[in-house]
């Protein structure tokens, strides 16, 4: 019998891509939010921005685990390409903010707002607000290791998530043929 390629068999078991990703996802959305319930770092809106991609692919591999084996392998090859440009706009997020930190460029208006840029605001609420959320710009490096700031690491695994997830299309797609 001859040896099967790691795409034939991803094809066969449809659960598997949607779970991996679904559990890379997971993985990263808990790591953000152990740094700030157990690490203390309240996240900037930039960091909060970073998160989106990661819930948008824990819905898509929601519903393709709920598809199960009905999910024929074009499908399969859609949703891991899918993936693959979610991720991508998660980097392109975090590379943004990485510019934000090492000040290659401006942040957004929002960045160290703390939400306190509402015009109808009175001055009782922005003062109620205003001791009440601590105070986190975009540019400033909460925390590194080896001097990657958590955008850089944030980047570096999106871009690896993307590569991943396109060459996984690639390979679907190929089995559609």
């Given at each position: 019998m001859a ?7 991803l094809a ?13 996802s997971?993985a990263?959305?808990?790591?953000a939010?152990?740094?700030q319930?157990?690490?203390g770092l ?7 921005y970073?998160r ?11 519903l ?9 392998p074009g499908?399969?090859?859609a ?9 991508l706009?998660?980097?392109a997020v975090?590379?943004?903010h ?12 929002t ?7 509402d015009?109808?605001?009175?001055i ?14 975009c ?5 590194s290791?080896?001097g990657?700031s958590m955008?850089g690491?944030?980047l570096?695994?999106?871009?690896f998530?993307a ?15």
């Open positions: 040896p099967t390629d790691i795409h034939t068999t066969r078991r449809t659960a598997i891509w949607p779970a991996l990703t679904l559990a890379a997971a990263m959305l808990g790591g939010w152990s740094f319930i157990f690490g309240q996240p900037c809106t930039l960091c909060l970073q989106w991609p990661y819930w948008i692919v824990i819905v898509f591999a929601g393709a685990l709920l598809a199960g084996r009905r999910l024929a499908a399969l090859a949703f891991a390409a899918i993936c693959g440009l979610v991720f706009a998660g980097a975090a590379g943004f990485v510019g934000v930190e090492q000040h290659w460029w401006e942040g957004l208006s960045c160290g707002s703390g939400g306190l840029d015009p109808n605001m009175s009782a609420e922005l003062k109620a607000k205003l001791f009440a959320t601590p105070l986190v710009r540019d400033d490096v909460a925390w290791l080896f990657i955008a690491y944030n570096i695994i999106s871009v998530l590569a991943a997830s396109a060459w996984a299309a690639q390979g679907f797609w190929r089995k559609t043929a």
